[in-house]
């Protein structure tokens, strides 16, 4: 298996705290993401790094910021944290093939409830 | 919006018998990949196709992929009891050079009857 953690596994909070959710990788690998998970919506990407401090936006980023001040970690925060963001959030890692994404590993996710 | 949709959304068949899913999407595509994930896990990753292949073959995995129609089947052979899980086909976009992520479908979930 990848070499991918995810912090805290389990959270709950209540509506307008800062959430911070960690994801660990030993694998050296350049690219890191993080998805959400909801019923009837799949995957849906938040935000994504290819490097130390070079992040971008993914589909549904609005009420999510990210870090990676290191190689191996990826921080994901909801800053005022509201009951729609309540999810199943995973992190993956990957390296990239010619011209697109490769194969993802995938952390075993975080779940998140907000009340 | 998803890239990727599945069909179908649910499927149930006896042990022994054979499984496809099938995947469909919108726009051009560098490669694309079916995703597996038990209850309560991440997903684990099956095989990729590159746009320009048309089968692709992982023990008991059959992956077709059809550019001109936009779609990409599944099929697994002989199902058993520990393929019960749901399954999701993720494209990937040409990109400039970057690894920008996958569009995910919302999945099959395919239960295998004992």
């Known amino acids: 298996d990848a070499g991918i953690t995810q912090s805290p596994r389990h959270k709950v909070t209540e509506t307008g705290t800062p959430v911070t959710l960690r994801c660990h990788q030993t694998?050296?690998?350049?690219?890191m993401y993080w998805y959400r998970q909801d019923p009837g919506h799949g995957l849906r990407l938040i935000h994504y790094s290819y490097g130390v401090k070079d992040t971008d936006k993914g589909e549904v980023s609005d009420g999510y910021s990210v870090s990676r001040s290191k190689t191996e970690d990826f921080l994901l925060t909801l800053e005022s944290a509201t009951s729609s963001q309540t999810s199943v959030y995973f992190c993956a890692i990957s390296e990239s093939v010619v011209g697109g994404t490769g194969e993802l590993f995938f952390g075993e996710g975080s779940r998140l409830t907000v009340l | 919006s998803q890239q990727g949709e599945e069909d179908p959304q649910a499927l149930s068949i006896q042990e022994g018998e054979n499984a496809t899913m099938n995947c469909s999407y919108k726009t051009s595509i560098n490669n694309l990949q079916w995703y597996r994930q038990n209850s309560g896990r991440g997903l684990v990753h099956l095989i990729l196709i590159r746009s320009n292949e048309r089968e692709k073959h992982s023990g008991r995995l059959r992956v077709t992929l059809d550019t001109s129609k936009k779609s990409s089947s599944l099929l697994i052979t002989a199902s058993r009891a520990a393929d019960t899980a749901s399954y999701f086909c993720?494209?990937?976009?040409?990109?400039?050079?970057?690894?920008?992520?996958?569009?995910f479908g919302k999945g099959t979930h395919l239960i295998i009857q004992p």
């Open positions: 694998e050296n690998h350049r690219y």
């Open positions: 993720a494209s990937s976009m040409y990109s400039g050079g970057g690894a920008d992520g996958l569009t």
